[in-house]
């Protein structure tokens, strides 16, 4: 044991090293150093799975802690949407609706903001997509940047701050995590298998992304349901949702595991609290505002979209027309359509089951959509903790390949690597259980799921 722990902490080393400089010193276009580096990470990281008993649970908890601090004081180096983050709390202290007023709008005519030099940084290191449209962030999405903006005006201490909040949400989701382990009679340590995947660190505590945030929130929302706390749980289901709209697509499976006698009573809880918390930022003014973002990124997002573009292509060569107009529609209408049939094809006799059937439903989201950026998958690979699924965990790895889009843009080279990131997924996605390949990768991970 002494011995593997040796091993563990050597490995440890390398991916807190590549963490460390995919925070500190990579750019977006850099394709090649953030595939390198992250490529390290990942490989340390499945070697710290494989041996994961080599430590025991707390001192795992402070590996986390560790590794979640690494990119503490970066500036985000693969993505600037937090600037936007930082702005809309700017404004709300400023007593100006995020979801009523056009940046630029802001930026022209108010006299305080345009003297601010704190607001003139963040909006130039904005995207011009996002100065010229409207947030699209709900309610809760916005108390993290307001807590933000109370505290300070500077975009290093803001860094800090809002990295600190996200590791304490984590940290609280990794224990809820645990609990759902031990209701599936399935080994705590399965939850190394979310949390110390190097996109967790990357994506959200480095980029701030929300996924992950959503998901520890969730994870809290399902526990308390499976303890039968309808109240309790339907408030989480709503702060999930105001944060990222994605999560009603599972409520459906709720529907199929927990008959109609609980779920209606969830479903009016978690109506109401959604609603009251939505119309706290998202007043009757400002609907339209909130929609039409909604709607441009519905619409006219594509990125890293394998079966889209697969189609897309197909698809031109029987029309004259615009074929995004047709496939995306379309490719929505599918989805919804196998989502339903997943969750209600058959009974769902164990809450594993559960899991396991919603994040097939994110997998099928994923699939058909026009949109697909890197921590997209942290939804379906948190469900795929119970499940432990070898597919799920590649695909957290060659989702990387679409960064190529920066370096590349829209290439022969960048759509040959997004064709390997998605037949490789879907290639282990339909290998049965018992296939070769599955139950010798699980076996060399250590994998009794």
Known sequence: ??????????????????????????????????????????????YCFKHRNALTERNWYIVLLIIF?????????????????????????????PF?????????????????????????QMTDLSKKNYTVYPTFMQFFFLVVAAITQSTFTAFIVMRLLMI????????????????CELPSSNALFLMLNPIIVIETIGNFHFEAIMLSFLFIGIYYALRHKWVLSALFWALVINLKLTPLILLPFFLRFFGWKKSVPFYAYTSLFTVGLLIISVWPN??????????????????????????????????EQNPTLVIGPLLSIISFLTILFLAFYRSIDSPK????????????????STTVHPWYIILPLGFAVFNTSISLLTWSFLIMLSYSFYSLGNSMWEFILIGIEYISFLFLLFLPENNTIIKKSKEWLKIDA
């Open 69 to 97: 601090c690494v990119p503490l004081f970066s500036a985000p180096s693969l993505s600037p949407d937090v600037y936007r983050f930082f702005w809309d709390g700017e404004l709300v202290t400023n007593g100006i609706h």
């Open 1 to 46: 044991m002494h011995s593997s722990a040796n091993r563990v902490f050597i490995a440890l080393i390398f991916y807190v090293f590549a963490l460390f400089y995919i925070s500190y010193w990579v750019e977006q276009h850099q394709f090649s150093p953030i595939f390198i580096t992250y490529g390290i990470s990942f490989l340390s990281f499945l």
């Open 286 to 319: 400002s609907i339209a505002h909130f929609g039409q973002s909604l709607s441009l990124y519905f619409n006219n997002f594509e990125f890293n979209a394998g079966i889209f573009y697969a189609s897309k292509w197909i698809f031109s060569g029987f029309t």
């Open 353 to 368: 089951e559960w899991l396991k059937r919603m994040m097939f439903g994110y997998i099928v989201l994923l699939l058909l």
């Open 168 to 183: 304490i949400v984590l940290l609280i989701g990794a224990r809820y995590v645990k609990k759902l382990l031990k209701i």
């Open 100 to 124: 009523r007023y056009l940046p630029k709008e802001v930026i022209q005519d108010n006299s305080i903001i345009h003297q601010s030099d704190y607001m003139q940084q963040l909006y130039h």
